[in-house]
């Protein structure tokens, strides 16, 4: 299985892409969290990525299709992958159908999450994420059990991402409308495109995801 999860920022795909790893074992392969772990330990590419991640813009393609592609050598990935967040313009889903070709292997499913932009505001403005594991909170609808402290590990404290200000969701939105939602096309014309409405409650939306991929 090789999963493309495509959406705006805020629909949910990050959640979704945990709940496979933990149900299902395949990796998640996020070019966000490879770029704010860079970013973490100071690299140089973490210092790049930063200040344009920090704009809302999109990191180059030449760099992320060189993460992705070192990620997918892993012995993990042979069983099954999850796309998420990769591919985000044409010339990286070119890319990425370029490299499985190369291994005789192709994506299995592209399943777009559809939220109007509105909600993904709320959603985005309100995530708190626990520094340590990554986990993700939301301070109305997915609250730890203690405040500020993360259920899974126990560390604190859980923070705002840079990019979850409002101006910068809004510049986020739409570098998503321009560059990203035309990859659908790409996944459509190959039969492989899957539509389902993240609006819901995530194990809703979850059981459609699993329907989807199927
Ligand atoms: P990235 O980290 O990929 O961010 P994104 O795509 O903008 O996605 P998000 O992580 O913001 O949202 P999500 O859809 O995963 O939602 P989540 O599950 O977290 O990219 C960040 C930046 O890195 C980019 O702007 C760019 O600069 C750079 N970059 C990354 N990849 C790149 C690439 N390929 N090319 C170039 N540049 C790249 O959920 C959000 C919140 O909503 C959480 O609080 C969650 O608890 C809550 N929530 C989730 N589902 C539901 C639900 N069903 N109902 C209610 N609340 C929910």
């Given at each position: 299985?090789?999963?493309?999860l495509l959406g705006?920022?805020?629909s949910g795909?990050?959640?979704q892409?945990?709940?496979?790893?933990?149900?299902?074992?395949?990796?998640?392969?996020?070019?966000?969290?490879?770029?704010?772990?860079?970013?973490?330990?100071?690299?140089?590419?973490?210092?790049?990525?930063?200040?344009?991640?920090?704009?809302?813009?999109?990191?180059?393609?030449?760099?992320?299709?060189?993460?992705?592609?070192?990620?997918?050598?892993?012995?993990?990935?042979?069983?099954?992958?999850?796309?998420?967040?990769?591919?985000?313009?044409?010339?990286?889903?070119?890319?990425?159908?370029?490299?499985?070709?190369?291994?005789?292997?192709?994506?299995?499913r592209?399943v777009l999450f559809e939220i109007?932009?509105?909600?993904?505001?709320?959603?985005?403005?309100?995530?708190?994420?626990?520094?340590?594991?990554?986990?993700?909170?939301?301070?109305?609808?997915?609250?730890?059990?203690?405040?500020?402290?993360?259920?899974?590990?126990?560390?604190?404290?859980?923070?705002?991402?840079?990019?979850?200000?409002?101006?910068?969701?809004?510049?986020?939105?739409?570098?998503?409308?321009?560059?990203?939602?035309?990859?659908?096309?790409?996944?459509?014309?190959?039969?492989?495109l899957h539509k389902l409405d993240a609006s819901r409650?995530?194990?809703e939306v979850y059981l459609a995801l699993i329907q989807a991929l199927?």
């Open positions: 299985m090789i999963a493309v705006p920022p805020g795909k990050g959640t892409a945990k709940q496979l790893l933990a149900e299902r074992g395949w990796p998640q392969l996020s070019t966000g969290d490879m770029l704010r772990s860079a970013i973490a330990e100071n690299t140089d590419l973490g210092k790049r990525a930063k200040a344009i991640m920090d704009r809302g813009e999109l990191v180059s393609d030449e760099v992320v299709i060189g993460l992705i592609q070192d990620r997918m050598g892993k012995p993990d990935c042979k069983a099954g992958i999850v796309l998420d967040g990769f591919p985000r313009t044409i010339p990286q889903a070119h890319a990425l159908d370029a490299m499985l070709t190369k291994v005789k292997r192709a994506v299995t592209c109007p932009d509105e909600s993904l505001v709320k959603r985005l403005s309100g995530r708190r994420t626990c520094l340590k594991c990554g986990a993700m909170y939301h301070v109305e609808s997915a609250r730890p059990k203690k405040e500020g402290v993360c259920d899974n590990c126990g560390s604190s404290p859980l923070v705002q991402r840079d990019d979850d200000h409002a101006d910068v969701i809004r510049k986020r939105l739409s570098v998503y409308h321009a560059q990203t939602a035309p990859i659908a096309d790409h996944y459509e014309q190959q039969g492989k409650a995530p194990k199927a």
